[in-house]
């Protein structure tokens, strides 16, 4: 099929697409029905950012939607935005930025093909059945040329698969790797078997941990879907606050995110709510994928030992447990996450920089990154809290 023949737009509103296009490249498999893959690529979820002000002006983040289209039809999209900044991304490249100003250049605005404030890898280059070959060359070559068209110093694509990060590379992108920690279901019947796979001395930590989570003086409840209500996005707007203002300084999303969540995401959302003497004290947000569990957010306004590991680690597992889903990401960054079941997880992004001298001290410093992450992985998953081969051991 001619190259020529797609023509590459770029939008900066949601509200340009209808939902059932965008979603037709986004998440195929949800046609008939069910769970997308992951929700966050989906036009409800990216709508939601931008109709509640969480991305757009004043934000660095500024939507510039990338689309491909064909005969007149839409066959692939992007989630796409001018950014002012490197805040929101969990692919940390400030040391970039710093070095290329440093030496005269103008690092910002970058592009930046990625869902903001989101360290959760799926598709990025969203295309629809059929198209998959053309439709991910014309976004990545579409994107590459707006930069330089632009004179723009670089683009990035953030937490995306590993096979989009070997076709980017193939396509001359520059690829990285990073690691999470993620949960993998062996098929477990429950907890209990779960921790029946962990060494003996993990296993009775955590059953410690779970002890005196539980015993903090109240009740934690879930709820999702139609169970979800504005008084529990009220109290967990205070916890999300709260630690917004801790970890980035002032939180990302705006409280408008959150009804907006109650009006068009609450079935892919998972809301764990301590209650103690009539009082939400803590909760934790998860959202629900076609195989994953995704945990994104946690606060709270009474510190209870261990209850932080609770809402976001165990009972995320249970739920994966409950549910059958493949796996638990946690989230960026977190260590501690290892004695509790979480293991190393190798994650990708791309990235293109104009200046030639620049990008090859940049490829450079990946080579030598990449071996880092690898040996980093290996040595955590050897520390990792899971049973030994041939060594037999006793509860």
């Known amino acids: 099929m001619d190259q020529a023949q797609i023509e590459i737009q770029v939008l900066p509103s949601l509200s340009q697409i209808a939902a059932q296009e965008w979603d037709a490249c986004a998440c195929p498999e949800a ?42 039809q839409l066959i692939a999209v992007a989630p796409m935005y001018a950014k002012s900044h490197s805040q929101g991304e969990y692919i940390f490249d400030h040391s970039w930025a710093h070095a290329y100003e440093r030496a005269g250049g103008r690092y910002y605005p970058k592009l930046q093909i990625a869902v903001p404030f989101t360290p959760a890898t799926g598709r990025r280059f969203l295309v629809r059945p059929g198209y998959e070959e053309i439709g991910q060359a014309a976004l990545v070559q579409g994107a590459v040329q707006l930069a330089a068209d632009n004179g723009i110093s670089s683009l990035h694509v ?19 790797s990073s690691q999470q920690f993620h949960w993998l279901n062996d098929s477990y019947a429950d907890f209990d078997a779960f921790l029946a796979s962990l060494s003996s001395r993990k296993r ?64 892919d959302i998972l809301l764990l709510l301590a209650e103690r003497d009539g009082r939400w004290i803590a909760g934790a947000m998860n959202l629900i994928g076609r195989d994953t569990l995704y945990g994104r957010y946690w606060g709270c306004s009474e510190q209870h030992p ?68 690898d040996e980093e992985i290996e040595i955590l998953t050897d520390y990792g809290p899971f049973k030994k081969t041939n060594v037999e051991e006793k509860e």
């Open 204 to 267: 009775k930590a955590i059953r410690k941990e779970r002890r005196e989570a539980n015993a903090f003086g109240g009740t934690i409840h879930r709820f999702t879907g139609d169970d979800l209500k504005p008084e529990h996005w009220e109290a967990f707007w205070t916890f999300y606050q709260d630690t917004g203002a801790r970890k980035w300084g002032s939180p990302y999303l705006t409280r408008a995110f959150f009804d907006l969540a109650q009006a068009h995401l609450r079935d």
């Open 158 to 176: 953030t937490f995306c698969t590993e096979a989009e990060a070997a076709a980017g590379e193939a396509m001359g992108l520059m690829a990285r």
């Open 31 to 72: 046609a008939r029905g069910g769970r997308p893959d992951d929700p966050f690529t989906t036009h409800r979820f990216l709508r939601a950012l931008e109709d509640s002000g969480s991305v757009g002006r004043g934000t660095g983040w500024q939507p510039q939607y990338l689309t491909a289209w064909l005969d007149g």
């Open 306 to 373: 261990f209850l932080h590991f609770e809402l976001c680690y165990y009972r995320a597992i249970d739920e994966a447990i409950a549910r059958g889903l493949a796996r638990v990401e946690a989230g960026a960054q977190g260590e501690h996450k290892l004695a509790r079941g979480y293991l190393p997880s190798q994650t990708h992004s791309l990235h293109w920089i104009a200046d030639p001298g620049f990008a090859e001290a940049v490829r450079q410093f990946l080579v030598a990154e990449r071996a880092a992450v």
